[in-house]
């Protein structure tokens, strides 16, 4: 089974600070997934990447496949993204997910 | 972007009934969905994978009997929870994967289920 650690687990940031969130796996993957899951529970997927680095606003995520690490990134964080971040990565049968990471930003 | 909904989003069922999910993928084909419980503060644990027309490939300690998965098309796979006990509450989680882009995983909304 693909082990998946994520650090930190609770992260509490300013509003405007950014934050990096990081993610490792122990063997090989096709692909690694960022979610989002909101207090009432649903699930967002932010990005799914295999190699190299992908933006979608103030979201940034990086993977480095040699060193079996991703990071989600934050810019300019704001109270709304105050959710759970978790890591998945997909061994080419299901995804295994790490623990998540808690964030909070506070105004 | 690919959609995958959930009906309904929150259940209340009393002991001994069974509960039906829907998960349904809205603008893409899913060949392969997947089930997930999420117990409070804990990640989510896969229970069971479904591809269409066949089988369920249930993860060990999970029951078939009492989790039945249907996946009769390629748009839809249903979860019936059945006889619920108090301990099947839960958050329960599908996804489904495009057949096309084999690597891409979309996530539905979740349901809530809560056995009184």
């Known amino acids: 089974k693909n082990e998946v650690e994520q650090s930190p687990q609770n992260l509490t940031a300013q509003e405007g600070e950014f934050i990096t969130i990081n993610c490792s796996y122990s063997v090989g993957i096709s692909a690694l997934h960022w979610l989002q899951q909101h207090p009432g529970g649903g699930i967002v997927s932010l990005f799914m990447?295999?190699?190299g680095k992908k933006k979608h606003g103030r979201l940034i995520a990086t993977i480095n496949i040699q060193e079996k690490h991703s990071s989600l990134h934050i810019t300019a964080s704001h109270p709304r993204d105050s959710a759970v971040y978790i890591c998945a990565v997909d061994s080419g049968y299901a995804l295994n997910f790490g623990k998540g990471t808690s964030l909070l930003v506070t105004p | 972007g690919a959609v995958v909904s959930q009906h309904p989003s929150r259940v209340i069922c009393k002991s001994g009934t069974s509960v039906k999910i829907e998960c349904r993928s809205l603008d893409f084909q899913a060949t392969t969905m997947f089930w997930y419980r999420q117990f409070p503060k804990q990640s989510l644990m896969l229970m069971a994978t479904?591809?269409?027309?066949?089988?369920?490939?249930?993860e060990q300690g999970v029951e078939k009997d009492k989790f039945l998965i249907n996946h009769a098309s390629l748009t839809l796979s249903t979860l019936t929870v059945t006889s619920a006990h108090p301990e099947d509450s839960s958050f329960y989680i599908c996804?489904?994967?495009?057949?096309?882009?084999?690597?891409?995983?979309?996530f539905g909304p979740g349901t809530r289920l809560t056995v009184t």
């Open positions: 996804s489904a994967r495009a057949g096309v882009r084999i690597y891409e995983q979309y």
């Open positions: 990447l295999s190699s």
């Open positions: 479904s591809n269409e027309g066949s089988k369920a490939t249930y």
